[in-house]
């Protein structure tokens, strides 16, 4: 049996034609779409996904700036 969506998809769903593909999009879409109720999009951002935002900000900056200790 398949332990990921790679293997999975290798296995079976690249031997189906397209139109039992396209169904099988669909039926997952389909499920998804009903368990999005579920799922928290608000916009509050939480302290850690602040710590992140600033990390990933600093280590951007640092690598196409440099770290130099004068700025201009």
Known sequence: MAT???E??????SQ???RQRLRL???????LAA????IDFSD???EQD???LAAFAL???TSLYGQDDETT
């Open 44 to 46: 509050a951002w939480s």
């Open 25 to 31: 999009a669909a039926l997952i879409l389909d499920e």
């Open 35 to 38: 368990s999005a109720e579920t």
């Open 8 to 13: 999975l998809y290798a296995e079976a769903v």
């Open 50 to 52: 602040q710590i992140d």
């Open 4 to 6: 990921d969506a790679q």
């Open 16 to 18: 189906m034609s397209p």
């Open 59 to 61: 280590s951007h900056g």
